[in-house]
């Protein structure tokens, strides 16, 4: 491959990292076509970007970024495939459905992570992955929390007025 087109790719690998707030580094060798094909659907409709990637270019745009990729251990080795997302724990998500039970596949294997301005390294860190709420899961839980105690007053006041309502209608039936 020419120079020219390494720092072409570098450069477009740089402004795909740039465009999504996290990302998971994997291992998804060994599994055939069919499996590839039915990974990169369910990655489509979950809103994720899988790329395969060489990891020689991954730390070049890395180093670019100025990203310390030292973080990440041994992940930049052997074959990495890279998942893009904008909702933290979408791809731990996927990766967990995906592999299911192991029996069937056993593949992608977390190798990294970089999620919320934090790194986590290894396949035993997908559960914390997927514990981690998004930030819209956040919000939504403020606003019920918020809410809560205005319907509870709001639910206290409607029950009072029909019991006192039907107080006084009795009373002037009598």
Avoid: W
């Amino acid at each position: 491959m020419k120079k020219e087109d390494k720092g072409l790719i570098i450069s477009q690998i740089e402004e795909t990292l740039k465009s999504y707030s996290c990302y998971y580094l994997t291992d998804a060798q060994g599994l055939n076509a069919g499996q590839v094909g039915d990974l990169r659907r369910k990655c489509s409709k979950q809103e994720i970007k899988m790329l395969v990637v060489k990891n020689t270019l991954l730390r070049k745009a890395f180093e670019n970024m100025g990203v310390d990729h030292s973080h990440f251990g041994d992940a930049l080795k052997l074959n990495t495939a890279l998942f893009l997302s904008n909702t933290g724990n979408a791809p731990a998500k996927l990766i967990k459905e995906f592999v299911g039970n192991g029996k069937i596949v056993q593949k992608p294997v977390l190798k990294a992570a970089y999620v919320e301005e934090c790194f986590y390294v290894g396949a035993n860190q997908l559960d914390a992955l997927v514990a981690i709420k998004s930030k819209n899961e956040l919000i939504g839980d403020i606003i019920a929390l918020l809410q809560s105690p205005t319907k509870n007053v709001i639910s206290a006041l409607q029950s009072g007025g029909n019991k006192l309502s039907g107080i006084v209608k009795t009373l002037s039936e009598r």
